[in-house]
Structure formats: C-alpha cells, structure tokens
T-cell receptor, first 113, second 115 residues
Framework: DAKTTQPPSMDCAEGRAANLPCNHS???????VYWYRQIHSQGPQYIIH???NNETNEMASLIITEDRKSSTLILPHATLRDTAVYYC??????????????FGQGTTLQVKP | SAVISQKPSRDICQRGTSLTIQCQVD?????MFWYRQQPGQSLTLIAT?????????ESGFVIDKFPISRPNLTFSTLTVSNMSPEDSSIYLC????????????FGSGTQLSVL
C-alpha cells in the first residue's frame, strides 16, 4: 500500500470549513483513498473513501486531484466535536482485505471556539 | 453499520499475568480484526480472526503471546499473555461492514495498563 504524508496538526475555527491535506504521490491505479478519524478515547470512525472522483457524504467531502497524487478532506462546518486525529490511508479496496489498514500518524485537528 | 462491544473497557494488571479481551458484534461478520495502539502512537494490526480457522498474525506478533479465539460469527477474544509493562496499550477490535460497504467499524477499545 502507498505511503501517505499528512501535516501533524492543524487548527480550525468553529463553524468554518476544515481542509485536511494528504499527499500520496506513489498511489497505484487500483488504490483508493480512505479517511478515518479518532476522537480521544474512542475507536477510529470511517469518514469517506474514493478512487478518483470527488465524493461527498453526510460527514465530509473528499477532493482527489486529477493525477491522484494528493487529496483533501473537507469538513464543511467544523464543530468542537470534530476535534480528532484524522488518518488518510491508501489501499486496494477488496472484501476480506479491508481490515488490513496501515495507519500513519495522522493530522490532529483542533477546532477552536 | 455494526455495533461492537468490547470488555473490559480498561484494566490494570500485574506483570506476568494474562488478560482476555472480549469483542461482541451485533451482526454476523466473516472477519474480525485486532489492533493495538501504544501510548501516543497510531494503530497497528495484530491479527485477523476468521471463524473456523486459526488467526493470521502480522509480522511482529505471535500466537503464543496473543492467542485469539473466534468461536462464531459474532464473537472473538484476544488474550495478552505473560504481560509486561511494554504491553500497556489500547487494544481495539474491528469488523468489516456486514452489509458490504468496504469500510471498518471499530470498538471503543480496551485500555490496558501493566504494572
């Protein structure tokens, strides 16, 4: 699985959009970009994933560049409850192989009032 | 979605003893996964547990130290054997989405401290 690079920490004002970048310059054509987050003292929570098209769900939007070498997770209106460590992971998506996620150090997002 | 219950939520144990962590899922799932999160670190996969077969361990983890049971499609246990302070970590159980979406659900973890 390709390696990802994320900034170690970011701040965001409450109510504003949080844009979390991720670099994955060695991503392969069949690898997806996944985002999970871990709120303090909880297990990680799935947010979103995509292959090459931009994706949106009730939690966030995922913007993947045309060359797929980087992506941005967007939380449109950050709240204090979005304070967490956000992990960007790239991997081949297939049943039975989903569990083998390689977590990096992630980005600690601090949402401030 | 899948709801995962882990027990105990936390424990303090003595060096040399063993602790068994239970993971119960509200849906039948083919594969269950055990992760470890050492203090201040990210998550590392310990092993994959399939019902009816031996668990598959990742590099650096062995069955004698982390025996796993998977008696049915909704339950698994992880034992941390002959504990030392270096085993102090959060241990997390996770499962694939039972309805087919390619994502994982995680339990809230077991916070283990070894004295």
């Amino acid at each position: 699985d390709a390696k990802t690079t994320q900034p170690p920490s970011m701040d965001c004002a409450e109510g504003r959009a949080a844009n979390l970048p991720c670099n994955h310059s060695t991503i392969s054509g069949n690898e997806y970009v996944y985002w999970y987050r871990q709120i303090h003292s909880q297990g990680p929570q799935y947010i979103i994933h995509g292959l090459k098209n931009n994706e949106t769900n009730e939690m966030a939007s995922l913007i993947i560049t045309e060359d797929r070498k980087s992506s941005t997770l967007i939380l449109p209106h950050a709240t204090l409850r979005d304070t967490a460590v956000y992990y960007c992971i790239v991997r081949v998506s297939s049943r039975g192989n989903t569990g083998k996620l390689i977590f990096g150090q992630g980005t600690t997002l601090q949402v401030k009032p | 979605s899948a709801v995962i219950s882990q027990k105990p939520s936390r424990d303090i144990c003595q060096r040399g003893t063993s602790l068994t962590i239970q993971c119960q899922v509200d849906s039948q799932v083919t594969m269950m996964f055990w992760y470890r999160q050492q203090p201040g670190q990210s998550l590392t996969l310990i092993a994959t547990a399939n019902q009816g077969s031996e668990a598959t361990y990742e590099s650096g983890f062995v069955i004698d130290k982390f025996p796993i049971s998977r008696p049915n499609l909704t339950f698994s246990t992880l034992t941390v054997s002959n504990m030392s302070p270096e085993d102090s970590s959060i241990y997390l159980c996770s499962v694939e989405d039972p309805v087919g979406a390619e994502k994982l659900f995680f339990g809230s973890g077991t916070q283990l401290s070894v004295l």
